[in-house]
């Protein structure tokens, strides 16, 4: 007998983001080749909204979000690491439609 699926909902003003894949290496803006095994101190990441709670009202499924990675609760889904936290810990959402954003673009 086969198990029944189960959808996953988010809870109150929990959001579920898959972080980006971190390329090899990159570049610095003066192009100084950064290898991938150099870590830098409280580095921010950009990742991908995948579900968001009821109560959650600044960024939807699909959004970019910016967020410190290393304070995050992990989950693993079907082989695929995501990270769960509370809305408020979010620090950036990347949209094409804003109203006082900061002028920079992705």
């Known amino acids: 007998?086969?198990?029944p699926k189960f959808e996953i909902q988010m809870l109150h003003d929990r959001v579920m983001i898959r972080l980006e894949q971190k390329a090899e290496e990159r570049r610095s803006g003066s192009g100084i080749v950064i290898p991938a095994t150099v870590k830098l101190a409280n580095r921010l990441a950009w990742g991908?909204?995948?579900?968001?709670?009821a109560n959650v009202r600044s960024v939807k499924v699909g959004?970019?979000?910016l967020l410190n990675p290393e304070e995050q609760f992990e989950v693993e889904l079907h082989a695929q690491v995501y990270l769960v936290m509370r809305e408020r810990d979010l620090h950036a959402v990347?949209?094409?439609?804003?109203?006082?954003?900061?002028?920079?673009?992705?």
């Open 63 to 65: 959004d970019k979000v």
């Open 48 to 53: 991908e909204v995948c579900g968001v709670g």
């Open 94 to 106: 990347a949209t094409q439609e804003t109203d006082h954003g900061t002028g920079l673009y992705l």
């Open 1 to 3: 007998m086969a198990e």
